[in-house]
């Protein structure tokens, strides 16, 4: 079956710029969380959906925001782009309720901001 | 706000078996403990997690102490595929979807 999606790849954006990626998740999971990965402060978590509802939130700045659609699909959207946002942002989802296989997942969309 | 402690990296000879260790001194109860893996460049992979009993799956085994303070992930018989950062989580059940990754052990696994 299919695994996580996360579409782009890459993406260069210049300062100031907002941007949106997206993320979807295998077939039946209802919980999407995106986490950033950079090399100076590793991988942290930046938001979780479930049934289209935030249900927990990391230490990031209002300028990151998400949102999940009613087909578990997920975007996060980054506004007024900093250099310090160029990382790698990962997409997971699990089952939710599922205690057997944690989460997985997707490549990430490694963003470059100029 | 990591609750684990890794060593940074390891060694390995390809064949030989793989010992993580992993230290979680303040976890508490309900918490479980999850072990992942990334390769460089892409997302992190799930490995095996556990609440007190060993568990054991077709990739690795999990040892967790009696106490729980620590645990160590066992690969039997390492290959240069295995070379990655290993992340040991402990999460509450009901807060498991948002893990703290710490800095991981980088394992090397050397022909």
């Known amino acids: 079956k299919a695994g996580v999606t996360q579409t782009p790849r890459y993406l260069i954006k210049t300062r100031g710029q907002q941007v949106t990626l997206s993320c979807s998740p295998i077939s039946g999971h209802r919980s999407v969380s995106w986490y950033q990965q950079t090399p100076g402060q590793g991988l942290q978590f930046l938001f979780e959906?479930?049934?289209?509802?935030?249900?927990n939130k990391g230490n990031f700045p209002g300028r990151f925001s998400g949102r999940q659609f009613s087909n578990s699909r997920s975007e996060m959207n980054v506004s007024t782009l900093e250099l310090g946002d160029s990382a790698l942002y990962l997409c997971?989802?699990?089952?939710?309720?599922?205690?057997?296989?944690?989460?997985?997942f997707g490549s990430g969309t490694r963003l470059t901001v100029v | 706000d990591a609750k684990t402690t890794q060593p940074p990296s390891m060694d390995c000879a390809e064949g030989r078996a793989a010992n993580l260790p992993c230290n979680h001194s303040?976890?508490?109860?309900?918490?479980?403990v999850y072990w992942y893996r990334q390769i460089h460049s892409q997302g992190p992979q799930y490995i095996i997690h556990?609440?007190?009993n060993n568990e054991t799956n077709e990739m690795a085994s999990l040892i967790i102490t009696e106490d729980r303070k620590s645990s160590t992930l066992i690969l039997p018989h390492a290959t240069l595929r295995d070379t990655a950062v290993y992340y040991c989580i402990v999460s509450n059940w009901n807060n498991f979807n948002k893990f703290y990754f710490g800095s991981g052990t980088k394992l090397n696994v050397k022909p």
């Open positions: 556990g609440l007190k």
């Open positions: 997971a989802s699990s089952l939710a309720q599922n205690r057997n296989y944690g989460y997985t």
């Open positions: 959906y479930f049934s289209e509802t935030q249900r």
């Open positions: 303040t976890i508490s109860g309900n918490e479980y």
